[in-house]
């Protein structure tokens, strides 16, 4: 059984910085691609970044492109999400998630595994 808990989210003014955290339990993390999901109050939830097995291989929304990035640290069974110039419309609940086949996907349908989130707030 694979686990994912999120950690990292809080307020912060626009312009800011966060960092999210993902642990993930349960099962070797470097076999998994994993990606980061969020869901805004009324809003479908929505692709944010992607990362493969290795780290080698990227993928981010537009929305996030050069603001954002995302890493992991395989020892530590731990993907992270650096968040640069927040702004408002990036408030939302942020999700990890994991998949076994290594493909870096962007539909939240083909990931196997979901943490609880973490809330992000960017005030104006």
């Known amino acids: 059984q694979v686990q994912l808990v999120e950690s990292g989210g809080g307020l912060v003014q626009a312009g800011g910085s966060l960092r999210l955290s993902c642990v993930v339990s349960g099962r070797t993390l470097s076999r998994y691609t994993m990606g980061w999901f969020r869901q805004a109050p009324g809003m479908e939830r929505e692709f944010v970044a992607a990362?493969?097995?290795?780290?080698?291989?990227?993928s981010y929304s537009d929305s996030v492109k050069g603001r954002f990035i995302i890493s992991r640290n395989n020892a530590k069974n731990t993907v992270y999400l650096q968040m640069n110039s927040l702004k408002p419309e990036d408030t939302a609940v942020y999700y990890c998630?994991?998949?076994?086949?290594?493909?870096?996907?962007?539909?939240?349908?083909?990931?196997?595994?979901w943490g609880q989130g973490t809330q992000v707030t960017v005030s104006s």
């Open positions: 990362v493969s097995w290795s780290g080698s291989s990227t």
């Open positions: 998630a994991a998949r076994l086949p290594p493909a870096v996907v962007t539909e939240d349908e083909d990931y196997d595994y």
